[in-house]
């Protein structure tokens, strides 16, 4: 049985960097689409950014446009959310999800898929931006 498992959340200050990993194991992430998620006390669940299986073409919501970036390491079985100039508001706990074949890009971080359409979610890791 295939497992998403999240690493990276720390306490960083504002304008500090993180990577987190998303490595999988069970099932081979380069025939899933991937994405990143993040949620925060009280709100709901974001979409952050999303990677396509076939070509490794990636999304962002426009509040971390610029400043994260996707990719996908296959050798490592991993995908990766780097995360530059953070801010307070990115403070919140990041989940991966994975779904075999992948969403279309303009799908993915929509509201047309939901929590059930995903295959794998990981269990999450803690950001917290705070000086």
């Known amino acids: 049985q295939g497992q998403l498992v999240e690493s990276g959340g720390d306490l960083v200050q504002p304008g500090g960097s993180l990577r987190l990993s998303c490595l999988a194991s069970g099932f081979t992430l380069d025939y899933y689409g991937i994405g990143w998620f993040r949620q925060a006390p009280g709100k709901e669940r974001e979409g952050v950014s999303c990677?396509?299986?076939?070509?490794?073409?990636?999304t962002y919501a426009e509040s971390v446009k610029g400043r994260f970036s996707i990719s996908r390491e296959s050798t490592k079985n991993t995908v990766y959310l780097q995360m530059n100039s953070l801010q307070p508001e990115d403070t919140a706990a990041y989940y991966c999800?994975?779904?075999?074949?992948?969403?279309?890009?303009?799908?993915?971080?929509?509201?047309?898929?939901?929590?059930?359409?995903?295959?794998?979610w990981g269990q999450g890791t803690q950001v917290t931006v705070s000086s």
């Open positions: 999800a994975a779904v075999y074949g992948g969403f279309g890009l303009s799908d993915c971080l929509s509201s047309r898929v939901s929590f059930d359409d995903w295959d794998y």
């Open positions: 990677i396509s299986m076939t070509d490794n073409r990636t």
